[in-house]
């Protein structure tokens, strides 16, 4: 019992990031869709379009900042600045991770939170 209690609280956090792109005016949806990569996943909701840009699963670290270095570097930044220019997307930066009652670092530092700024990105921190 004693050591299967230790191998949990030994455990990294598994991180979980996506990179989500709101469009509140659905009138945009073919020609955003064009100009983005194939596997990019669009949610069709009553009165906005959601597209999940980028996605970045099982990262083991203390740090969410080594979540979104793997993450931003999927990502095609001036992709992102033109649609939110021209197409009115909002950013957001999805963040959840599974703990194991250890929590990681809620860090953003340095080029990450450049990217963030420069995206004017809202940040959503879910953890299990």
């Known amino acids: 019992m004693g050591e299967v209690a230790m191998n949990v609280k030994n455990k990294l956090p598994r991180l979980y990031g996506a990179i989500i792109l709101i469009f509140a005016n659905q009138n945009y949806r073919s020609s955003v869709l064009e100009l983005m990569p194939r596997d990019v996943r669009c949610v069709e909701h009553a009165d906005f379009d959601e597209i999940v840009y980028r996605e970045v699963d ?14 931003f570097s999927e990502c095609d930044i001036e992709l992102l600045c033109d649609m939110v220019s021209r197409y009115g997307a909002k950013v957001l ?32 921190i879910d953890p299990y």
């Open 58 to 71: 099982d990262v083991f670290s203390w740090e969410i900042d080594d979540l979104l270095t793997k993450l």
């Open 93 to 124: 930066v999805d963040i959840s991770f599974h703990h194991y009652s250890i929590f990681p670092a809620l860090v953003f530092e340095g080029s990450n939170m450049q990217i963030i700024r420069k995206l004017q990105a809202d940040i959503s």
